[in-house]
Nanobody
Framework: QVQLVESGGGLVQAGGSLRLSCAAS????????MGWFRQAPGKEREFVAG????????YYTDPVKGRFTISRDNAKNTVYLQMNSLKPEDTAVYYC????????????????WGQGTQVTVSS
């Protein structure tokens, strides 16, 4: 069992930055691929970024490429999402998720989810 707790969300003006963190419980954090997803009101949950178990491979949805960076610190059982040049369309609840074997770009394989953190970008 893995418990995930996100933090770092908030209200920011367009063009600003936020850094989300996701702390995981347990001693098997490095066994899981990690991902960040987001869900805006009235929309389906969508993939934002993913990172391999070692951190050597990262993946991004096109709208955030060049603006967001996913990273992980396996010693601290934490995954991060650095978000720069934020836009109003980035407004959503952001979730981190973990899974031992995932399909990149989808929710498939992610067995554990955090409770989410709200990110609001004002224009």
């Amino acid at each position: 069992q893995v418990q995930l707790v996100e933090s770092g969300g908030g209200l920011v003006q367009a063009g600003g930055s936020l850094r989300l963190s996701c702390a995981a419980s347990g001693r098997t954090f490095s066994s899981y691929a990690m991902g960040w997803f987001r869900q805006a009101p009235g929309k389906e949950r969508e993939f934002v970024a993913g990172i391999s178990r070692s951190g050597s491979k990262t993946y991004y949805t096109d709208p955030v490429k060049g603006r967001f960076t996913i990273s992980r610190d396996n010693a601290k059982n934490t995954v991060y999402l650095q978000m720069n040049s934020l836009k109003p369309e980035d407004t959503a609840v952001y979730y981190c998720a973990a899974g031992p074997l995932v399909v990149v770009g989808t929710t498939s394989g992610y067995n554990y989810w955090g409770q989410g953190t709200q990110v609001t970008v004002s224009s």
